[in-house]
């Protein structure tokens, strides 16, 4: 256990009615600063300090504070990797982020991994004080400065990462990346030629493209198929299978008339369509 680690369960009376808390910090002055006020305010006792990830959920595993004080960025483990390590063994230490980083999509990420809070390191010392307490009751502390932009993060992931598309016209893209005619769609899917022309259209629309190859190309990397195909070649829902032998890889075409290699257009195309063929 380095310098930066130092329990304080033999120089601080622990009272059941305090929250104990752990300081994790790779900057001595601002970890000293955050464990004195702390103290100071008679209702904290800090357990121990760490001054890596590491030896911060060192500390949890054996301590088992109320709550882990830990900044985002460290050295060996950082805030975030404490926070799965303590989620992943249900350790019930609540872990409250400290940072000098507040971007919305960071404090967004951080929650949804399982920290109780986010915190600034430019938060007064009362704030830190009545945030660990807030944690160690079972709330979760965000910023009121940060509330508006972390709810305007989550309205932009509650948005649709891509194009919604139609069962049918899913099953259209899959056969044009199989290499198959409008024609042979119809055939294929019980239509007339007419109807899928329709499809495709509003396929062109909804992807912004002007021709099939690069309908496929930007149907894969806006996330349209979701899974991988099944062993023994047989594509998964929602998965445009290999194309067969004697068809045209789409995407290999796209990347003749557009300069740019098939292999970057989308990683999952690279695995789902040859681009060899």
């Not at 979760?140 to 989550?154: M, Q, S, W």
């Not at 119809?186 to 629309?205: C, D, N, P």
């Amino acid at each position: 256990m380095s310098n930066a680690t130092r329990p304080y369960s033999r120089r601080v009376r622990t009272s059941d009615k305090k929250v104990t808390a752990v300081v994790a910090d790779d900057h001595p002055f601002f970890r000293d600063g955050v464990t004195r006020g702390l103290l100071n305010s008679g209702l904290i006792t800090v357990v121990g300090e760490a001054g890596t990830g590491r030896e911060a959920l060192v500390l949890i595993e054996s301590l088992h504070p109320d709550v882990a004080l830990v900044d985002y960025q460290m050295p060996d483990l950082d805030g975030l990797d404490v926070v799965h390590a303590v989620t992943r063994d249900g350790l019930t230490t609540r872990v409250l982020l400290l940072s000098a980083i507040t971007d919305s999509a960071i404090v967004f990420r951080a929650l949804q991994e399982g920290a109780a809070g986010y915190l600034g390191k430019d938060a007064r010392r009362s704030q830190i004080v009545d945030a660990v307490l807030s944690v160690a009751a079972g709330k979760t502390v965000v910023p009121a400065e940060l509330a508006g932009a972390l709810a305007g993060e989550i309205r932009l992931r509650a948005q649709p990462a891509g194009p919604v598309l139609s069962k049918r016209e899913n099953q259209v893209l899959q056969a044009f990346a199989r290499g198959l005619s409008i024609p042979q769609v119809a055939a294929e899917l019980f239509i007339g030629a007419s109807t899928v022309k329709t499809h495709t259209q509003r396929l062109y629309e909804k992807l912004g493209v002007s021709d099939r190859a690069a309908a496929v190309a930007e149907g894969c990397a806006a996330g349209c198929w979701n899974s991988p195909p099944a062993a023994g070649g047989q594509a998964g829902r929602g998965v445009a299978p290999h194309p067969p032998a004697e068809g045209p890889c789409q995407l290999r075409r796209y990347a003749r008339t557009s300069g740019e290699p098939c292999s970057t257009l989308c990683e999952s195309c690279s695995r789902t369509i040859d681009p060899s063929r």
